[in-house]
């Protein structure tokens, strides 16, 4: 898979001349929807990510309704020009199963309990893309759950790690990503240490792997307290 | 006023007997659920920024009739759950093939919470002095969020809207508000309504609307 004709680091630098362990710039907005009951709009490096929340409210159609707690819906949608070639718009087998692993990352952090018989529905749009749209999509999702004043137990923040020429990084690029050994993206629960994503792609060692956890619970960390900031800064005058 | 904003997961204190509203214990620890700023005052509870309403018994809630079915009238409260209203709860006595006679849909009616079980069904009851159905005047509707600040600290908000805007405000629980008078003075009670709502968050907020309120006072007389 790998192609020898790229060099990914030399003298310890990246491409695009980041450390091994530095993550994309992240800038973060919140409360950018009117109509939304919470909104986020994150840049991370080349991805460009909006992701709104609805709800608590009923569910239609009223068979999926839980008695005894809400449900949580999660869309997670790729524009048609947030790819070089235009994207077919619409759902693909891809984008269903990111929905769904965004819905598990995000469901357990969420006290579900609170709001019985109702849905809270969360949409990702990915308005620009460039590798790492899931935890993107994930750490907006995220703040615009706390932006809608939804009961959470804390914040998810999520980061990839990967293996490209034979070092673990963090953050992987488009380049890094295309052509690298392994894609690992990590969503957990910072605070409570708990992780609710983990998928990989590629190959890595038992020593690789636990090395990149680590490198992933730093960048999580990380973005963690830039999604505080983020928070906080909508209501600092 | 910054250091009081706390989000999902902060620790709040070791008192488990101190929790209140918006937060949880775990571990015998007490952490934030929601995102808003914490008031450390009896209990310890974090105020939210943002939410939908939850319906409390006893609350008072200005509510639109949506639908009326065989003895009940289904009440939308701008909450995640519908309420309904028992003809027994309505102030006359009447027959069920009376029901739209009286409330019909679209009708705003001032209701009390009467009941809220475990599945969220809301009961709702128009018996009481304060309630009735709203002919007159118009209704806004703000995040309930935002009513404490509407109202002010014992009632020093709302008393001054009362006092210099000439009309008849009344404030449901749920975020609606039914203001009536003039024309161009419920214009004018809706554009401070919504300032209250934009910056709800800011210190000084009483005095700055008095200042808006009284900016416009010499056009309109």
């Known amino acids: 898979m790998s192609d020898k004709t790229i060099e990914f680091i030399e003298k310890g630098r990246r491409l695009d001349g980041r450390k091994l362990d530095e993550l994309r710039p992240i800038k973060i907005e919140v409360g950018v929807l009117k109509r939304a009951n919470g909104s986020c709009y994150m840049e991370s490096g080349g991805n460009k990510v909006m992701a709104a929340v609805y709800g608590p409210r009923e569910v239609h159609p009223r068979r999926m309704e839980d008695a005894t707690k809400a449900i949580v819906r999660c869309r997670y949608n790729m524009a048609s020009f947030s790819v070089e070639d235009r994207k077919r718009p619409g759902p693909d087998r891809r984008s269903v199963e990111i929905s769904k692993v965004s819905r598990e990352a995000i469901e357990p952090i969420i006290i579900k309990e609170h709001f019985p018989r109702s849905a809270i529905d969360i949409f990702i749009e990915i308005l620009q893309a460039d590798a790492g749209t899931r935890t993107a999509g994930i750490n907006a999702a995220s703040v615009a759950l706390a932006d809608a004043g939804i009961p959470m137990r804390g914040l998810v923040s999520a980061c990839a790690t990967g293996k490209v020429g034979g070092h673990i990084v963090l953050d992987l690029m488009k380049e890094e990503d295309n052509y690298g050994e392994a894609d690992v993206p990590i969503a957990m629960d910072v605070q409570n240490d708990k992780v609710t994503l983990l998928q990989m792609d590629g190959r890595l060692t038992q020593d690789e792997f636990k090395q990149a956890l680590e490198l992933a619970r730093k960048g999580c960390k990380e973005i963690y307290e830039m999604q505080r900031q983020a928070l906080i800064a909508k209501y600092t005058v | ?221």
């Open chain 2, 1 to 221: 006023m910054n250091k009081n904003l706390v989000i999902p997961g902060d620790l709040l204190s070791s008192d488990v007997k101190q929790a209140g509203e918006g937060t949880y214990v775990k571990d015998g620890q007490v952490f934030a659920a929601i995102f808003g700023f914490v008031n450390k005052k009896d209990r310890i509870q974090v105020i939210p920024l943002a939410g939908k309403y939850m319906p409390h018994s006893g609350d008072v809630v200005i509510g639109k009739i949506v639908d009326v079915r065989f003895s009940n009238w289904l009440v939308n409260i701008s909450s995640p759950y519908e309420a309904l209203l028992h003809i027994s709860e309505y102030p006359e006595r009447i027959d069920a093939d009376q029901m739209s006679q009286c409330l019909g849909i679209g009708d705003l009616v001032v209701a009390g919470v009467k009941d809220v079980d475990v599945t969220m069904k809301v009961e709702l009851t128009m018996c009481g002095e304060s309630f009735k159905k709203l002919d007159s005047g118009g209704v806004i509707e703000i995040s309930h969020a935002k009513i404490p600040r509407v109202i002010g600290r014992k009632g020093s908000m709302i008393s001054l809207l009362k006092s210099e805007l000439n009309c008849d405000i009344f404030i449901g629980q749920n975020g609606r508000i039914w203001v009536k008078g003039r024309e161009e003075d419920i214009n004018h009670t809706i554009k401070a309504l919504l300032k209250i709502e934009r910056e709800s968050h800011t210190p000084g907020l009483t005095d700055r609307i008095k200042e808006f309120i009284s900016d416009r006072k010499p056009t309109t007389m």
